[in-house]
């Protein structure tokens, strides 16, 4: 079975630091994705990469920017976290079986 | 409009009954649907999928697509405790990406 890990299951940062939230996929996969799930929102896409290098952005992409310099690993970056990017992210790759989800990083922003 | 609705629940029902999740959708051009489960504290989980009308069938799972009227459905028999999740459709766009676009959740309890 394909494998997402997410590095952090909670994270409190404070307003204006900058975050890196990692992803990690133990296969070769080439589509990674970034969602937020808000509660009466359900989950909105932010990014998401094709390949090494290669990303475009979701749904609700500002305030985030991605990094994909290795096929396994695809990173969240909030430049300036604000509290309304308090949140639970998931990351997701899909591959031939369809989409597998880490188990989300939530994130407070105080 | 959003183009997947779902019924945000919550949702709370003895065990053993029978359970009845719906989404609608608003794009005609959608073709492929998933149902996700997802724990407390955890990411979704793939249950089932289908593809164009009718229904599909694993275990104590059913999920059930009607086309002409747009609305997916899950039925899950005999319910238990252990069925108490969150549970999101989702489909399928933007072409070769296969961007998924989710309903945003249903919350079911089973009461023991």
């Known amino acids: 079975d394909v494998k997402v890990t997410q590095s952090s299951r909670y994270l409190v940062k404070r307003t204006g630091e900058k975050v890196f939230l990692e992803c990690v996929q133990d296969?070769?996969?080439?589509?990674m994705f970034w969602y937020r799930q808000d509660p009466g929102l359900g989950l909105r896409l932010i990014y998401f990469?094709?390949?090494?290098?290669?990303?475009e952005k979701g749904d609700i992409p500002e305030g985030y920017s991605v990094s994909r310099e290795k096929k396994e690993r695809f990173s969240l970056i909030l430049e300036s976290a604000s509290t309304n990017q308090t949140s639970m992210y998931l990351c997701?790759?899909?591959?031939?079986?369809?989409?597998?989800f880490g188990s989300g990083t939530r994130l407070t922003v105080v | 409009q959003k183009e997947v609705e779902q019924d945000p629940g919550p949702l709370s029902v003895p065990e053993g009954a029978i359970v009845s999740l719906n989404c609608t959708y608003s794009?005609?051009?959608?073709?492929?649907f998933m149902w996700y489960r997802q724990y407390s504290r955890k990411g979704p989980e793939l249950l089932m999928y289908?593809?164009?009308?009718g229904n599909k069938e694993d275990g104590r799972f059913t999920a059930q697509v009607d086309k002409s009227s747009k609305y997916i459905s899950l039925f899950i028999r005999d319910s238990q405790p252990s069925d108490s999740a969150t549970y999101l459709c989702?489909?399928?766009?933007?072409?070769?990406?296969?961007?998924?676009?989710f309903g945003t959740g249903t919350l079911l309890a089973v009461q023991p």
């Open positions: 997701a790759n899909r591959g031939p079986t369809g989409y597998t």
């Open positions: 296969m070769d996969h080439e589509n």
């Open positions: 990469s094709y390949d090494v290098k290669m990303k």
């Open positions: 794009n005609s051009a959608f073709q492929y």
């Open positions: 289908t593809y164009s009308s």
């Open positions: 989702a489909t399928p766009y933007g072409g070769a990406t296969n961007k998924l676009i």
